[in-house]
């Protein structure tokens, strides 16, 4: 603990900057680059093949969360592996916020056209539906409103003798809503 007390913690975007500790440079991040969404370069482009099979596991994954089930409603979190191409790759010109003391990226999806945003992203357009064969329809559908926030965080594990592994994880967040429709055919985001 000693030697982090002595090492000064340097801020990548602003040079001159030093601080004491990383609370100190994460109260500078959030207080003066809160709106910062530019990517740093160094990381890897994948073909586009590559990207679209991974579109095809995000939906796969979304969909397994929205089995028609009561107590499923609400919110919901997805997390799974994910390298940092994979999701700059995805959501890179959607970025919010880049954490770069963190080295974190977040998305958030909101407002009218954001199911519609999302889907053509995504390249399905029944990404966030999930209806059974009945009389009635009975869908789950996801609801954007207070935002569909993609996260790509690292985590770090490091055991007693010093062994370090890190990973990148993709982490979404929505809410699911149940809505009862009498005709089939009622779409609620045509």
Partial sequence: MTQSCNKPFKYTICKKKQYKS???????????????NVPPVQHYTLP????NEWKEMLVHSI??????????????VIKFPC????YLGLFGQYLTRVYVNKRAYKCVFSGSHAYQTISSLLGDR????????????????IQVQPGFIVDWIQETIKDFSGHQVSSGY????????????????TNPYS
């Fill in 126 to 141: 029944c990404w966030g539906k999930e209806s059974s064969s009945s009389d009635v329809t009975l869908e789950k559908n």
């Fill in 83 to 86: 390298m940092v191409s994979q």
């Fill in 48 to 51: 586009e093949n590559a990207i």
């Fill in 22 to 36: 990383v609370a100190g440079l994460s109260r500078h991040e959030n207080a003066k680059h809160s709106n910062y």
């Fill in 170 to 185: 993709i982490k979404i967040q929505f809410n699911v809503e149940k809505s009862f429709f009498t005709d089939p055919n």
């Fill in 63 to 76: 969909h397994k969360r929205l089995p028609l089930a009561f107590r499923k409603t609400g919110k919901q």
